[in-house]
T-cell receptor, first 115, second 112 residues
């Protein structure tokens, strides 16, 4: 039973295309996240949703739009893909994180390559 | 200056060695200090965490925090080839709602 799953695992596409990545968690958590890991392994938060409400929105181009249809799902849609969007995107989830500890559980990642 | 600095290595040690992995941070509001381990082509997994200053031990792993110098350490005793991975420190807390600020990660290889 996979706790946090993502689809697809690999995504190869051309510049200018629009693509989506889906994430689902079966841990009963209230909060979900999207992270981007670049080629140097630097992992940076992009968005966070708590009970379908956006609570963290880092400095991310507005071509990236997260959507949370329910507590167990958080999808990421990317418009007009650029070469610099090539990275591994990780979804994560956690219990409600007002006071910590900040135990987040990560999915396996989606490796996006833009050509 | 980055909010969290971590030497990316790579670090290569023989099996059985003691490994020391370190991070420094600048935000004095951080209260929780997480360590994640990431195997190649996998997602990060939580290894252990500490709250505020002090030490915490879990098997062969010891996490240490010195808030006065804003210095975080992870020690691995009797290192094994299965410990070969990237280790990421991630302090958190203060006003950030669940936000982890990751260091760059240290690539560790333990060779037999």
């Amino acid at each position: 039973d996979t706790a946090v799953s993502q689809t697809p695992k690999y995504l190869v596409t051309q510049m200018g295309n629009d693509k989506s990545i889906k994430c689902e968690q079966n841990l009963g958590h209230d909060t979900m996240y999207w992270y981007k890991q670049d080629s140097k392994k630097f992992l940076k938060i992009m968005f966070s949703y708590n009970n379908k409400e956006l609570i963290i929105n880092e400095t991310v181009p507005n071509r990236f739009s997260p959507k949370s249809p329910d507590k167990a799902h958080l999808n990421l849609h990317i418009n007009s893909l650029e070469l610099g969007d090539s990275a591994v995107y990780f979804c994560a989830s956690s219990q409600d994180q007002v006071a910590g500890p900040y135990e987040q559980y990560f999915g396996p990642g989606t490796r996006l390559t833009v050509t | 200056q980055k909010e969290v600095e971590q030497d990316p290595g790579p670090l290569s040690v023989p099996e059985g060695a003691i490994v020391s992995l370190n991070c420094t941070y600048s935000n004095s509001a951080f209260q929780y200090f997480m360590w994640y381990r990431q195997y190649s082509r996998k997602g990060p997994e939580l290894l252990m965490y500490t709250y505020s200053s002090g030490n915490k031990e879990d098997g062969r792993f010891t996490a240490q925090v010195d808030k006065s110098s804003k210095y975080i350490s992870l020690f691995i005793r009797d290192s094994q080839p299965s410990d070969s991975a990237t280790y990421l420190c991630a302090p958190a807390g203060g006003t950030s709602y669940g936000k982890l600020t990751f260091g760059q990660g240290t690539i560790l290889t333990v060779h037999p």
